[in-house]
């Protein structure tokens, strides 16, 4: 059986090497810089930011050249050339504004409530 100062010193060697005393982190303190150096290097971090949905997207920031949304409600889908749909909407309009535009253009599913009126737009790769 390890003496008092003993286990002290491994509970100070498994922590990190801090002092047993230390008072942990409250939410008014400042996170340590090793938190935010492991949240920016995580890897995960740096696909998530890259791999945006093309829904959030502009569509100057959109690599294809043909632009599909489908409506989950009523199964219609819509092309529409990113070169036509930049000239109607401007560069730096949002697939997902455009995509609910062109499916609302064209809407069958017409209720007369605002909350269920329109379609449900499913943005997809092509």
Aim: glycine share 8%.
């Amino acid at each position: 059986m390890p003496t008092p100062k003993q286990m002290e010193k491994l509970a100070a060697a498994s922590i990190g090497g801090k002092a047993v005393g230390a008072r942990p982190l409250g939410p008014q303190d400042e996170m340590p810089d090793e938190y935010w150096h492991a949240v920016l290097n995580d890897a995960q971090f740096e696909t998530r930011s890259s791999e945006r949905s093309s829904a959030g997207q502009r569509l100057s920031e959109i690599p294809q050249h043909v632009l599909r949304v489908s409506c989950r409600r009523c199964e219609r889908i819509v092309e529409i050339q990113k070169a036509d749909a930049i000239r109607l909407y401007g560069q730096q309009a949002s697939w997902r504004e455009v995509g609910q535009r062109l499916l609302n253009n064209t809407c069958q599913n017409r209720t007369g409530r605002y909350e269920a009126d329109g379609c449900w737009p499913a943005f997809e790769p092509v």
